[in-house]
């Protein structure tokens, strides 16, 4: 039988070691928690896992990385470029490195996503919304 995972006080400095970590043991609050790869033994990937309410999310940003989300429940109105996608629950969006992009939760219900960067960290730069 293989071993179990490594607990959350398991922090996978070493190479090889599963993590196993619960979503409230990591930084943020019920609206948002994030996961950055660099804290964690250096994982390629940093992300968010988003239960945004009606009305809220980021306001036009850009990343020298590719974004994608993972639509898990409700609905929501995506920003990319010169595009506005509405997309919902079992849906992916992808924006490509370098795009401004941001999203509002639809009304009607929460909007819960992962929101998957393709780098160790975090690297956002914040633009101002169009006229």
Avoid at 13 to 29: D, K, Q, S, W, Y
Avoid at 76 to 91: K, M, Q
Avoid at 112 to 120: E, G, Q, S, V
Wanted: glycine share 14%; with cysteine.
């Amino acid at each position: 039988m293989p071993p179990p995972l490594a607990s959350s006080s398991h922090r996978g400095e070493e190479a090889g070691v599963a993590l196993h970590i619960r979503n409230t043991e990591l930084p943020g609050n019920d609206e948002s928690r994030t996961f950055l790869g660099r804290d964690h033994g250096g994982v390629p990937v940093s992300f968010f896992v988003q239960a945004s309410p009606p009305g809220h999310g980021p306001g036009p940003h850009t990343h020298p990385y590719a974004e994608v989300f993972v639509l898990h429940e409700g609905s929501g109105e995506f920003l990319a470029g010169e595009e506005t996608i509405e997309a919902t629950g079992g849906s992916v969006v992808v924006v490509p490195p370098g795009e401004v992009h941001g999203f509002t939760a639809s009304p009607g219900g929460t909007l819960r996503m992962t929101c998957l960067h393709l780098h160790d960290r975090m690297i956002t730069e914040w633009v101002e919304p169009r006229s």
